[in-house]
Structures are given as structure tokens and as C-alpha cells.
């Protein structure tokens, strides 16, 4: 199977607002180029899956218009929850709490929301699920922070230093399974 990871377009919300879960939509430029780019980069014949949030949402409901199959949605591909931190500058949040989730990236739940570990469990039993597609392309249209967890926990790495790896707006990552497990063999390409 490979594994194709699309970040979705930059969001409409200020810059340094925390916003994992909260649904926004995408700025409209950034999306229809996206769209261009995917239609060119993708296999027409994937799998298509894709987080219900509407930044992800409106760009994998585009995509059946240029010859790609129809897309399921489903809520393990949505971004992380960070509860309280939602729609708040990430300048403004409590330095104590920052700092425990920063010592404990993978099992510190910022209050009200879900630990790194949690998003691992979820999407990975999500992956899980596609024997189906062993074998062929599989397309999910996601987030980064769902990017980078899938990349570390589908090739069994520790969760410590997740976020460190860049995801641009619009990327696409790409992993195999081979008999050795999941490889990287695209990273954040735009």
C-alpha cells in the first residue's frame, strides 16, 4: 500500500491561533491551488479519505470533478483536539501547561483535549482497517499534526519530538508498507 498524506490549504484564522479542532475553512487561493497541484501529483484510481473539518473537507469534495474516486470522511483523520487551547494565541496560553505538554509530548493531555498519544492510537487503528487497499494507492487529506504522528508511529518511532518535522500548507507526504513495514518516500513535496 502507499499511503499518500495531504496537508490541507492555509486556513482562514489569524496567525499563532491555536486551532487543532476547531472547524475552519480554508482561504480560497491556497484551495484551488491545491486542487491544480493534487490533480496533477495524485493516482485518479485511490482510495480517498479525508477528515471531516472543512479545510480538509472541501478540497477532497473537489477532487471526484477531475477523475478521482468519491471520498469517505472520517472523524479519526480529524486534527488533534486541544481542548481549552482551542481559538486561543498560542502566546497567550498558560506557560506551565506549554511546558508540561512540551516534557511529556506524547501522554500530556492539555486540558479538556486529547494527548498525541490518543491521536496515534486512533489514526494508526484507522490505517489499520485499509487491508482492503493492501497493495494499492490510498489518499488521505489530513492534517499535520496527524501527518507527522502517522509517519512515527506507522514505523514504530517513538512519539517524543513530534512537530519537529516541517509540513508546509498543501504538502504531500508519502509512505509504502513493504515487508519491512512503512517507509518514507516523499516529505512534505509541494
Not at 138 to 164: D, N, Y
Request: one cysteine or more; hydrophobic letters at 40%.
Amino acid at each position: 500500500m502507499k499511503l499518500w498524506m495531504v496537508r490541507h490549504p492555509e486556513p482562514d484564522v489569524a496567525p499563532g491561533i491555536c486551532y487543532g479542532r476547531t472547524d475552519l475553512a480554508p482561504l480560497p487561493g491556497p484551495a484551488a491551488e491545491l486542487i491544480e497541484r493534487l490533480r496533477r501529483r495524485l493516482p485518479r484510481d485511490a482510495h480517498l479519505y479525508s477528515s471531516p473539518l472543512q479545510r480538509c473537507a472541501s478540497v477532497a469534495l473537489a477532487l471526484p470533478d477531475h477523475g478521482f474516486t468519491a471520498p469517505r470522511f472520517d472523524p479519526r483523520l480529524a486534527e488533534m483536539h486541544f481542548g481549552h487551547w482551542e481559538g486561543r494565541p498560542w502566546a497567550e496560553l498558560p506557560r506551565e501547561e506549554i511546558g508540561a505538554w512540551r516534557a511529556d509530548i506524547a501522554n500530556y493531555v492539555p486540558p479538556g483535549g486529547e494527548s498525541v498519544g490518543e491521536v496515534a492510537r486512533r489514526t494508526t487503528a484507522f490505517v489499520g482497517e485499509l487491508a482492503h487497499a493492501e497493495g494499492d494507492d490510498v489518499v488521505l487529506i489530513t492534517h499535520a499534526g496527524v501527518i507527522q504522528i502517522l509517519i512515527k508511529a506507522l514505523r514504530g518511532e517513538p512519539l517524543a519530538g513530534f512537530g519537529m518535522a516541517r509540513l508546509d500548507y498543501g504538502s504531500v507526504s508519502l509512505l509504502r508498507r513493504g515487508p519491512q513495514g512503512f517507509e518514507v518516500l516523499v516529505l512534505n513535496e509541494r
